[in-house]
Nanobody, 115 residues
Framework: QVQPVESGGGLVQPGGSLRLSCAAS????????MYWYRQVPGKERELVAT???????NYADSVKGRFTISMDNAKNTVILQMNNLRPEDTALYLC?????????WGRGTQVTVSS
């Protein structure tokens, strides 16, 4: 069983950067597809980025060119590097791990972009 734990959120000014981490305990990530989502109260949960163990990436149009997702298999961690942050990026960011038989979510880390 995988337990994703997110960290790295906080308050940042527009144009700034944050690095989110998703540490997965319980197993290795090489058989999982990993996702970052974000959630704003009153809105649908938005898929931000995905990464597979073989290095396939996908990004939401709203973050392309600003966010980078990567997987560190040695550290069992997925990173979301967020640059040039905007106020509309403010959300609870959640990590998710799936394979053919499992689906695990973390509890999230809050990102607030404000001057």
């Amino acid at each position: 069983q995988v337990q994703p734990v997110e960290s790295g959120g906080g308050l940042v000014q527009p144009g700034g950067s944050l690095r989110l981490s998703c540490a997965a305990s319980g197993t290795t990530l090489d058989t999982y597809l990993m996702y970052w989502y974000r959630q704003v109260p009153g809105k649908e949960r938005e898929l931000v980025a995905t990464v597979s163990a073989r290095g396939d990436y996908n990004y939401a149009d709203s973050v392309k060119g600003r966010f980078t997702i990567s997987m560190d298999n040695a550290k069992n961690t997925v990173i979301l590097q967020m640059n040039n942050l905007r106020p509309e990026d403010t959300a609870l960011y959640l990590c998710r791990a799936t394979n053919r038989v499992s689906d695990f979510w973390g509890r999230g880390t809050q990102v607030t972009v404000s001057s």
